[in-house]
């Protein structure tokens, strides 16, 4: 395979490839998504599968570990929550193959609804958890998650954060792979099937695992202290102040911890005894801090000496560093201003069906309350079209509940295709058994877009939406295209109707094709005639990003207009108009 | 060396700091780079880094960066805390301020008045970054490499670097 430029993503598929996995799995979510991806890329011949969600694909990847398989799955930090039912349960009961776990973090968060430490989990499950600085380290502790994992039979986490999935490093990919390891399932219901009783058993097997395992990990790594103090790191920011060692060189010794958790106590006690002060650095919980017992000598999250939200940055890295060694900071020169205005806010593209359906059902119910949900549609905040946004699937339940609470108004919820599927069929099943008069909206673009068009069901045929509904009871259905406004609001209208008339949830499929993905050219732009008044509608309320103002009327950017035309009906004053 | 590559999500951001960063491994130099994808991918201010030579992160911190490369002129400003006193600008559009070199690039407009599209402008701007740190990137050897990518536009790509070669 030879040289490359690789992203972390990349080099943790190929780790996976490397040590023999026959299986992946894994649901999109940013900065997750390209593992599954690259694994089909770097290994064609092996089975890949975007299961329906976080959960299934963990159980998934779990059997065939069960079955003496090499299977690994994948997902973002938010993703671990959805799954977490099997993963205590399989840590418990183990695997005879071997199960890695990658779970990606999202410090900061970039693109996420929480800053949550995937390592936590791995903590309260008690599974083994590495912790990689950077993508060469992401290959290097992949392929370690997967040795521990066929040596003492139990899954292993392997816990990425954004900065080390979405880096890209030069890196020279190893020829040597492994077959991919298939297994038979061998029945053992003391294990596989474990009533209490024998999960009392499988538990203590586990911890006495757990001890071994943290003395095997860091059988090699001695303690020689050289400096009084140390700076104790692991992930990221292990990476990030290994860069900056020279500030510290001399005073302290830096010590590279690759798995937060099991720790041997003999190793935290060597430290503790072999240093006046220690400074630990990680991401995003104070998780190898708080292993430490002589509290007082140790400098963290938990001093407030590193911030405990947010993202490690150089800087953050550089003032805990000053304030560890109590030295003042440099005075550097900076040229910036000390406030810039924000920068534009993401919104949806140009075309987008999402921002006319959107529009629509402002315009339909304008005193609604909108419930929304995780996806590119959460951007509907922007056009005051989304009033919650809590997680997967979390619209439909809302809306069933936020109704129940505010009877007089009408509540109608988004939800993409694919979050409906994720976790929105069983919420919609609750509402329509709990007689709930509540419109749902689908909003069908036939793909996972925010995080990279990963395939959905029912574009690739096996299932459609209305199938699924009319399983779900759900009989008002009605599917439009959300360029066509004015039948959108009608069909919206007529759904808080319905919903209301039977006390059944009504759906209305907002059906249009992601116009970034299939890159789709409706038509051509419309044209600006005499007369505007600068209302802000198209460009402002509306947030067409191929509208301007120019200081006298709009303009539309022939380049990024997709021609949907929804602006012309938008318009109050019916100066954009179709250029025939 | 350090860079900051900005600009707004769809302009190609991520692109040209692939392109840079693979150009700089093929060189044979350690390099290693920071993206930033989902969200900010919806028009948002979007930022990446860029470290060519030993390092362990593309972590870069106020004052650290000898290099500001960016696709919107707009987007400099909120940058700008990178850049060391003895960076350089090369931005498309218009900057002036500061104590740094700046170079400006009409890369849009040559894009598409030249070379077919807007989405070219990149490549002119990976050439100008070429151009300026000759000893960085060895400009032939460079052009041979980006030779091999059949999706970047060669023309604009030796229109960014000068006429000279």
């Given at each position: 395979?030879?040289?490359?430029?690789?992203?972390?993503?990349?080099?943790?598929?190929?780790?996976?490839?490397?040590?023999?996995?026959?299986?992946?799995?894994?649901?999109?979510?940013?900065?997750?998504?390209?593992?599954?991806s690259?694994?089909?890329k770097?290994?064609?011949?092996?089975?890949?599968?975007?299961?329906?969600?976080?959960?299934?694909?963990?159980?998934?990847?779990?059997?065939?570990?069960?079955?003496?398989?090499?299977?690994?799955?994948?997902?973002?930090?938010?993703?671990?929550?959805?799954?977490?039912?099997?993963?205590?349960?399989?840590?418990?009961?183990?695997?005879?193959?071997?199960?890695?776990?990658?779970?990606?973090?999202?410090?900061?968060?970039?693109?996420?609804?929480?800053?949550?430490?995937?390592?936590?989990?791995?903590?309260?499950?008690?599974?083994?958890?590495?912790?990689?600085?950077?993508?060469?380290?992401?290959?290097?502790?992949?392929?370690?998650?997967?040795?521990?994992?066929?040596?003492?039979?139990?899954?292993?986490?392997?816990?990425?954060v954004?900065?080390?999935?979405?880096?890209?490093?030069?890196?020279?990919?190893?020829e040597?792979?492994?077959?991919?390891?298939?297994?038979?399932?061998?029945?053992?219901?003391?294990?596989?099937?474990?009533?209490?009783?024998?999960r009392?058993?499988?538990?203590?097997?586990?911890t006495?695992?757990?001890?071994?395992?943290?003395?095997?990990?860091?059988?090699?790594?001695?303690?020689?202290?050289?400096?009084?103090?140390?700076?104790?790191?692991?992930?990221?920011?292990?990476?990030?102040?290994?860069?900056?060692?020279?500030?510290?060189?001399?005073?302290?010794?830096?010590i590279?911890?690759?798995?937060?958790?099991?720790?041997?106590?003999?190793?935290?006690?060597?430290i503790?005894?072999?240093?006046e002060?220690?400074?630990?650095?990680?991401?995003?919980?104070?998780?190898?801090?708080?292993?430490?017992?002589?509290?007082?000598?140790?400098?963290?999250?938990?001093t407030?000496?590193?911030?405990?939200?947010?993202?490690?940055?150089?800087?953050s890295?550089?003032?805990?560093?000053?304030l560890?060694?109590?030295?003042?900071?440099?005075?550097?020169?900076?040229?910036?201003?000390a406030?810039?205005?924000?920068?534009?806010?993401?919104?949806l593209?140009?075309?987008?069906?999402?921002?006319?359906?959107?529009?629509?059902?402002?315009?339909?119910?304008?005193?609604?309350?909108?419930?929304?949900?995780?996806?590119?549609?959460?951007?509907?905040?922007?056009?005051?079209?989304?009033?919650?946004?809590?997680c997967?699937?979390?619209?439909?339940?809302?809306?069933?509940?936020?109704?129940?609470?505010?009877?007089?108004?009408?509540?109608?919820?988004?939800?993409?295709?694919?979050?409906?599927?994720?976790?929105g069929?069983?919420?919609?099943?609750?509402?329509?058994?709990?007689?709930?008069?509540?419109?749902?909206?689908?909003?069908?673009?036939?793909?996972?877009?925010?995080?990279?068009?990963?395939?959905?069901?029912?574009?690739?045929?096996?299932?459609?939406?209305?199938?699924?509904?009319?399983?779900?009871?759900?009989?008002?259905?009605?599917?439009?295209?959300?360029?066509?406004?004015?039948?959108?609001?009608?069909?919206?209208?007529?759904?808080?109707?319905?919903?209301?008339?039977?006390?059944?949830?009504?759906?209305?499929?907002?059906?249009?094709?992601?116009?970034?993905?299939?890159?789709?050219?409706?038509?051509?732009?419309?044209?600006?005639?005499?007369?505007?008044?600068?209302?802000?509608?198209?460009?402002?309320?509306?947030?067409?990003?191929?509208i301007?103002?120019?200081?006298?009327?709009?303009?539309?950017d022939?380049?990024?207009?997709?021609?949907c035309?929804?602006?012309?009906?938008?318009?109050?004053?019916?100066?954009?108009?179709?250029?025939? | 060396?350090?860079?900051?590559?900005?600009?707004?999500?769809?302009?190609g951001?991520?692109?040209?700091?692939?392109?840079?960063?693979?150009?700089?491994?093929?060189?044979?130099?350690?390099t290693?780079?920071?993206?930033?994808?989902?969200?900010?991918?919806?028009?948002?201010?979007?930022?990446?880094?860029?470290?060519?030579?030993?390092?362990?992160?593309a972590?870069i911190?106020?004052?650290?960066?000898?290099?500001?490369?960016?696709?919107?002129?707009?987007?400099?400003?909120?940058?700008?805390?990178?850049?060391s006193?003895?960076?350089v600008?090369?931005?498309?559009?218009?900057y002036?301020?500061?104590?740094?070199?700046?170079?400006?690039?009409?890369?849009?407009?040559?894009?598409?008045?030249?070379?077919?599209?807007?989405?070219?402008?990149?490549?002119i701007?990976?050439?100008?970054?070429?151009?300026?740190?000759?000893?960085?990137f060895?400009?032939?050897k460079?052009?041979?490499?980006?030779?091999?990518?059949?999706?970047?536009?060669?023309?604009?790509?030796?229109?960014?670097?000068?006429?000279?070669?």
């Amino acid at each position: 395979m030879g040289r490359g430029f690789f992203l972390g993503n990349e080099l943790m598929a190929y780790a996976a490839k490397a040590a023999g996995a026959s299986s992946f799995y894994a649901y999109p979510g940013t900065p997750s998504s390209e593992i599954l991806s690259s694994f089909q890329k770097y290994a064609p011949e092996r089975y890949a599968q975007w299961a329906l969600n976080e959960k299934l694909a963990l159980e998934l990847a779990a059997a065939a570990a069960i079955s003496g398989s090499v299977s690994a799955c994948a997902m973002k930090q938010v993703g671990l929550n959805v799954a977490a039912d099997p993963l205590f349960s399989v840590a418990y009961t183990g695997v005879s193959g071997a199960l890695a776990i990658i779970s990606a973090d999202d410090p900061g968060p970039h693109s996420s609804q929480t800053e949550q430490d995937s390592r936590m989990y791995a903590y309260a499950a008690k599974i083994p958890v590495t912790d990689p600085a950077n993508p060469a380290d992401a290959f290097r502790l992949t392929k370690k998650a997967f040795e521990i994992s066929k040596k003492y039979g139990v899954p292993v986490m392997v816990r990425p954060v954004m900065r080390v999935c979405h880096s890209r490093q030069s890196f020279d990919l190893p020829e040597e792979t492994e077959a991919p390891r298939h297994g038979r399932f061998v029945k053992d219901p003391s294990r596989w099937a474990a009533t209490p009783k024998h999960r009392a058993a499988l538990h203590i097997k586990l911890t006495e695992k757990l001890k071994e395992i943290a003395e095997d990990f860091y059988s090699e790594l001695e303690i020689k202290p050289k400096a009084p103090f140390a700076v104790v790191a692991c992930g990221y920011p292990a990476a990030v102040c290994a860069d900056m060692k020279d500030r510290f060189e001399g005073s302290a010794d830096f010590i590279k911890l690759d798995m937060p958790y099991p720790i041997p106590e003999g190793l935290i006690s060597k430290i503790e005894n072999s240093y006046e002060k220690i400074l630990v650095l990680e991401e995003t919980f104070p998780l190898l801090e708080r292993s430490f017992v002589t509290r007082n000598r140790v400098y963290g999250k938990d001093t407030g000496t590193v911030p405990s939200a947010g993202e490690f940055t150089a800087d953050s890295c550089e003032n805990a560093l000053n304030l560890f060694m109590e030295k003042k900071p440099e005075n550097k020169k900076i040229y910036a201003p000390a406030e810039t205005a924000p920068g534009p806010k993401p919104r949806l593209c140009a075309g987008c069906g999402h921002r006319s359906a959107f529009f629509a059902i402002k315009r339909a119910a304008p005193s609604g309350i909108y419930p929304g949900d995780i996806g590119c549609y959460t951007l509907g905040t922007n056009l005051k079209a989304v009033d919650t946004c809590i997680c997967m699937g979390a619209s439909i339940t809302f809306a069933e509940s936020l109704k129940r609470e505010n009877p007089e108004k009408p509540v109608i919820c988004t939800i993409g295709d694919s979050t409906f599927f994720h976790t929105g069929i069983p919420a919609l099943l609750n509402a329509k058994i709990n007689g709930s008069p509540i419109a749902v909206a689908i909003l069908d673009n036939a793909t996972t877009a925010m995080t990279g068009f990963q395939p959905v069901p029912h574009a690739e045929g096996h299932i459609t939406i209305e199938q699924t509904l009319k399983g779900l009871g759900i009989n008002s259905v009605t599917v439009i295209d959300p360029y066509d406004i004015k039948a959108s609001v009608a069909a919206v209208k007529a759904a808080i109707a319905a919903a209301k008339e039977e006390n059944c949830p009504a759906v209305v499929i907002f059906r249009r094709e992601c116009v970034t993905k299939t890159k789709m050219k409706a038509g051509k732009p419309p044209k600006v005639n005499p007369g505007c008044t600068d209302c802000g509608m198209c460009y402002e309320v509306f947030e067409c990003p191929a509208i301007t103002f120019n200081g006298e009327t709009v303009e539309i950017d022939g380049a990024s207009c997709n021609g949907c035309l929804c602006c012309v009906e938008v318009c109050p004053r019916g100066v954009i108009a179709e250029d025939k | 060396m350090r860079c900051v590559i900005c600009g707004r999500g769809g302009q190609g951001v991520i692109t040209l700091n692939y392109l840079l960063g693979n150009l700089a491994s093929a060189l044979g130099y350690e390099t290693i780079s920071a993206e930033t994808h989902g969200m900010a991918m919806r028009g948002g201010s979007v930022y990446t880094t860029l470290k060519i030579g030993k390092a362990m992160s593309a972590s870069i911190g106020a004052g650290e960066a000898d290099l500001l490369l960016s696709t919107d002129s707009g987007e400099v400003e909120r940058c700008l805390r990178f850049l060391s006193e003895k960076g350089v600008i090369i931005t498309d559009g218009f900057y002036e301020g500061g104590p740094f070199e700046i170079i400006n690039v009409d890369a849009g407009k040559a894009a598409a008045g030249k070379f077919g599209g807007v989405m070219h402008a990149g490549a002119i701007l990976l050439g100008k970054t070429i151009a300026r740190f000759p000893e960085i990137f060895h400009p032939e050897k460079s052009v041979r490499i980006l030779a091999q990518n059949k999706k970047l536009n060669q023309q604009a790509l030796l229109f960014g670097l000068g006429s000279d070669l």
